[in-house]
């Protein structure tokens, strides 16, 4: 199963990034992406998550076209939209072949404010896939 990729924008290269990518010392916000070799998008994601203190994997899931959610059973469920990206400034620029080809979808959080309140308690939250980070950790 794929998963929730979660990359940065490498401003000065004018691409996407995983963090550990980043330039020495740089800061850039990362944001959750799907890919896909074909342009269509799986039924289901992998979505790598913390609850608690504990780091897990969730499963993103497709309700229809572009649409997903998670379901949780302590916290309900989670809607997304995956929307594809621009390809100028967001294609990969990454040492990782794979991601090379194909396309990205930004994958966007339909209900920002339950996201914000399980996150600012500190009680679960959506991390994303760091690709090689994850694979030594899970």
């Not at 990729?5 to 995983?18: Q, R």
């Not at 309900?76 to 072949?97: K, L, M, Q, W």
Request: with cysteine; proline share 4%; glycine share 6%.
């Amino acid at each position: 199963m794929r998963e929730v990729l979660y990359l940065s924008k490498d401003s000065k290269e004018k691409g996407l990034v995983f963090v550990d990518e980043l330039p020495e010392n740089y800061y850039s916000p990362g944001a959750w992406y799907l890919y896909s070799e074909t342009r269509s998008l799986d039924e289901s994601y992998s979505f790598i998550a913390r609850d608690g203190e504990e780091i897990v994997k969730t499963t993103l899931v497709k309700i229809r076209g572009n649409f997903f959610r998670v379901k949780h059973k302590d916290y309900g469920s989670f809607p997304f939209e995956a929307i594809p990206v621009d390809y100028r400034y967001n294609e990969y620029i990454g040492t990782i072949e794979k991601y090379k080809q194909g396309k990205f979808f930004k994958l966007h959080p339909l209900n920002e404010n339950k996201l914000e309140f399980y996150c600012l308690s500190s009680i679960f939250y959506f991390i994303g896939s760091s690709d090689e980070f994850d694979n030594e950790v899970l």
